[in-house]
């Protein structure tokens, strides 16, 4: 079996089973909760690797139960809802979601999604705190040193463009909001200012990516913000 352990939070009984059908089916390891005492009781008790979270449960909003989780766990959380709006999408991934599917999903995407959350867990296990350098493709962070290479070329960064670099790296999969960003680069009072955002990290793409229009290693989540793609 998959050492990985997935707990499946749905109170819809098909979806459900067509979750743990497909998990059992690719043998990983699962548990499942159908509302969300049940949820931060089995996240608690059993520490899973990844959670795979519906918002609308019956007794606890899915969003709460990300903000509990996160008081204690950083667990890779992808939510899988019903609710498409945009607003909903960056509710959730505010609150500390690493991913967002919505409903209907093909089973194919689940699983794609799952094994990004797999990749951050091998990476974070990694001890990637302890390590100095990052490596990503021909990506490579000195963290020590304060310096971006690609290839053997010293990347030339503004001090704004290689915080958002460093950012996205250590978050490397998850989607970062435009408010997240903000916050962590500039400050509360810049929260809003995604026009600012945008305009940096077109010119960090300029110098990060060759072919900016076809990005190997930021991808855009229009209307919500960023992610660092894992290159294979």
Same mark, same amino acid.
């Given at each position: ?85 945009? &607003? ?8 500390? &979601? ?135």
């Amino acid at each position: 079996m998959n050492k990985i352990l997935i707990l499946v939070v749905e109170d819809d009984k098909p979806v459900r089973n067509l979750i743990t059908t497909t998990l059992g089916t690719h043998n990983y390891n699962y548990l499942t909760a159908v509302n969300g005492k049940e949820a931060i009781m089995e996240a608690s008790s059993h520490n899973p690797d990844i959670i795979l979270l519906d918002l609308g449960l019956p007794d606890l909003d899915g969003v709460e139960i990300i903000q509990k989780i996160r008081t204690w766990s950083n667990v890779p959380i992808i939510v899988i809802s019903a609710r498409s709006e945009d &607003a909903d999408k960056i509710e959730a991934l505010d609150a500390g &979601a690493d991913d967002y599917l919505t409903k209907p999903f093909s089973v194919g995407e689940l699983l794609a999604r799952i094994r990004v959350a797999q990749r951050r867990i091998s990476f974070t296990k990694g001890d990637r705190d302890a390590e100095s350098v990052f490596v990503n493709g021909s990506l490579r962070i000195d963290y020590a040193a304060g310096c971006a290479y690609l290839d053997k070329d010293e990347l030339k960064l503004t001090p704004i463009e290689y915080k958002l670099l460093c950012l996205l790296s250590k978050n490397i999969g998850k989607v970062l909001t435009h408010t997240f960003i903000t916050q962590k680069i500039w400050g509360s009072n810049w929260s809003n200012n995604v026009a600012s955002l945008r305009v940096f990290m077109a010119t960090l793409r300029k110098k990060l990516e060759s072919a900016p229009d076809s990005p190997q290693y930021i991808q855009t989540h229009i209307g919500i913000g960023y992610r660092m793609i894992r290159v294979e």
